[in-house]
């Protein structure tokens, strides 16, 4: 199939592929060389039944392999592309990875010392709050919170010296059920004025202690808002005054009995000057009046001296009344 191949040469090579067939098969395939030995070719030979005739196809090697090697090329450079390809996303991915890799060791040495930042901060954390809890428990006074219902949430231990009642019994109770019947009027005033947004309260209330006494204790409460203003609850501190409360009523009680002494005195010096003094400047008058009758010359002293009493006597009546008015006993004062 190629021009240029001379016929001798072909007639040659094809009566050469004709010899090549066995009997036995009928035909034959494969690899040959030209009758000038410088050329390959795919020969393929079959016979002619009943005529003694063959066909021989001669096909060139190299026109029948150029588009295999052709495409073998394409593969080939498609492969080497692919290579490099891969190789440069490799490169690529490797860099990624290497930089993750760097920046994950980065970040778990930030977390290890975030972690150890977050250890020692909770650690100082736990102190503080050890050492203020500790200080709010060895207080005096009884420290409380409260939540949105009034129920107790936490009570100091000290509420068990006060009031005589274990601070976990306590846990869950309203407030105002600890508190005198007499009293709960003002707590539930104190209660609204709370929840309307007054920071702060102070309140002197009676509370039932565990025993049954009454205890005077001084509320000081603010309220818990959130950042919207609702209200959450309250926390305060209660201060045991029942004794500074008993010293106040003592000392009212004896207040009002130096102030009724005190009017029963004043009462009874005024009696005193009024009944008396009067009694005897009144006698002391008419005997300097007689006097003066009986004695002329005499009588411009004596009167003088009557005047005196007269004075002293008037005197002596103004500071009665002042002592102790009439008026206050007519009006049962």
Known sequence: DRAEFPASA????????????????????????LSNGNERAFAAAA??????????????YDAAMTPTRALFRSIFLFLGLLFCCLLFLGAILFTRYRAQEHRLVSLDDEARQLEALVQERTADLEVSTQRYL????DLPDIVYELDQSERFTFVSRAVAGVLGYEPEKMLGCTHREFILPEDRSKYDELKAGTEHGQLMSSLALRHRAADGEARW???????I?????????????????????LAEQQVHELSGQLIITQEEERKRLALDL???????????????????RTRAADRPDLD?????????????????????????DNFGL
């Open 217 to 223: 204790l001084s509320i000081h409460s603010r309220g």
């Open 134 to 137: 500790g200080l709010v428990q």
């Open 10 to 33: 072909l007639t040659a090579s094809a009566q050469e592929v004709r010899r090549r067939l066995p009997a036995e098969e009928g035909h034959w395939a494969g690899m040959t060389r």
């Open 304 to 328: 003088r001296l009557i005047r005196l009493t007269q004075e002293l006597m008037d005197r002596s009546r103004s500071l009665a009344y002042r002592l102790r008015p009439a008026i206050l």
């Open 225 to 245: 808002m959130d950042a919207r203003g609702r209200y959450l609850g309250r926390r305060g501190v209660a201060r045991d005054v029942t004794q500074q409360v």
């Open 274 to 292: 009024h009944d008396e003094m009067g009694q005897l400047l009144s006698a002391l008058k008419i005997g300097l009046q007689t006097l003066a």
């Open 47 to 60: 016979p002619i039944p009943h005529s003694g005739w063959a066909v021989v196809v001669i096909h060139d």
